[in-house]
């Protein structure tokens, strides 16, 4: 071997040592998950009704349709968090804390998710239309905004109908501007947006004395009110 190739492979095997040494000095970033947590919404004051109601997975706006953490901090702006990011969907997120919710109450006589093919009466559908942290103003804040649609199964060879629309939209205050205070306050805004929507679909089905089509096998039977025009 000549001096030169000595040389050239000298300074290649300099290289690749260096190239090492910086690799393993370099601090290894993890990523960090997060979901919605607040304690289960049980008494509401109302009473149980005869029907069964599954929960589909709601949608998102493409705006928020993703695992990363939103925050706006300048009107038109949007920015996300690199190393912090929500375990699933927005979609998934919300429509999982409601059904739990629902299921927590006592209201239904059943709360089903949509992949099960079970009997129902209604059907819950939904588009988790904003969900990030506001940061323009002081203290920033979590804002959560929900459209839900409930759909009525039809019996004896009537099609299903809407029998209830309406887009919520709730805000907390944040006491930071770090993921985790994010994370508490959208927590805090899931809380009372799901109560809010649970006491909506109770008095809306109430009022509308609608005697349910579907009942579970085994089942208790309940005495339905008679039917009046819906409100």
Avoid at 29 to 38: A, D, G, H, R, V
Avoid at 92 to 107: F, I, K, M, N, P
Avoid at 114 to 140: A, I, Q
Wanted: proline share 7%; charged share 20%; aromatic share 8%.
């Amino acid at each position: 071997m000549t001096w030169q190739k000595r040389s050239i492979f000298s300074i290649l095997c300099l290289c690749f040592a260096l190239s090492g040494c910086m690799n393993l000095k370099q601090p290894g970033y993890e990523l960090s998950y997060y979901t919605l947590e607040y304690p289960p919404i049980q008494e509401l004051g109302l009473s149980p009704l005869p029907v069964v109601i599954t929960v589909a997975p709601f949608s998102v706006a493409p705006a928020y349709d993703t695992h990363r953490m939103v925050y706006r901090d300048a009107p038109c702006k949007r920015n996300t968090y690199v190393y912090h990011r929500w375990r699933t969907s927005p979609g998934d997120l919300v429509s999982y804390r409601l059904r739990q919710d629902l299921l927590a109450t006592g209201l239904f006589a059943a709360v089903l998710t949509s992949d099960n093919g079970l009997p129902h009466d209604y059907t819950l559908t939904g588009t988790v239309d904003e969900f990030l942290r506001r940061g323009e103003g002081k203290p920033s804040e979590a804002v959560l905004s929900v459209s839900v649609t409930l759909v009525q199964r039809g019996g004896d060879g009537m099609g299903d109908a809407i029998t209830f629309h309406k887009s919520y939209r709730m805000t907390a205050p944040s006491d930071g501007t770090g993921p985790p205070a994010l994370v508490n306050a959208m927590s805090l805004a899931m809380s009372k947006l799901s109560r809010r929507i649970i006491t909506d679909l109770h008095d809306h089905i109430s009022r509308g004395g609608n005697k349910p089509s579907t009942r579970l096998s085994g089942m208790r039977k309940f005495t339905s009110p008679q039917t009046s025009k819906r409100g």
